[in-house]
């Protein structure tokens, strides 16, 4: 058995603030960790920290220049057991992404669409919640309540076996 974590994340950005207002849910943003500390996450989000317009896959780092501009980010983490093939599915899906970034882009249309329960999806475009919500079902880690695409950051509390390691500032996490 392996170890994933999922982080539920509110940054206090602008977009952040408008997802919250309208999930009315404390944490508007999901990423994905292999490594215990979250030091390194995956989601779909900023490729550049000041752009919100340049957005897609993204491999974040605690001590980057996202969560040092943006260091007052509140974020609960969990952790969840998976076997070694669906860890190995989750890194290989990853490694694919990250070798071809550039093919996977931010759907901020489709952001609109959830809201309105539109079932409208994008060749290679996710929202945070979308991406991890797929990961976890291509790897038969989770069996999904809803479509992937209508998953939001609160639906990952229902995952069978997931445990609340943390909650609070990320920063602080260690």
């Not at 603030?17 to 009315?24: E, G, M, V, Y």
Request: include cysteine; glycine fraction near 4%.
């Amino acid at each position: 058995m392996k170890k994933i974590y999922i982080i539920q994340m509110h940054t206090y950005t602008i977009p952040a603030r408008f997802i919250k207002l309208f999930t009315r849910y404390n944490y508007s943003h999901i990423a994905i960790s292999f490594d215990k500390k979250c030091r390194k996450i995956y989601s779909f989000g900023r490729r550049k920290y000041n752009s919100v317009l340049d957005a897609g896959f993204v491999e974040e780092h605690k001590n980057g220049k996202f969560f040092k501009k943006f260091k007052e980010t509140s974020c609960r983490i969990y952790e969840l057991s998976v076997t070694n093939e669906q860890y190995k599915k989750l890194k290989d899906k990853i490694l694919y992404m990250k070798k071809h970034e550039e093919l996977f882009n931010y759907d901020y249309f489709g952001i609109f669409l959830r809201y309105f329960k539109l079932p409208i999806i994008f060749k290679n475009r996710y929202v945070c919640s979308y991406f991890v919500a797929k990961l976890l079902e291509e790897a038969g880690i989770w069996e999904l309540p809803k479509e992937s695409y209508f998953i939001l950051p609160k639906d990952f509390e229902k995952l069978d076996n997931i445990i609340e390691i943390y909650s609070g500032k990320y920063m602080h996490y260690k």
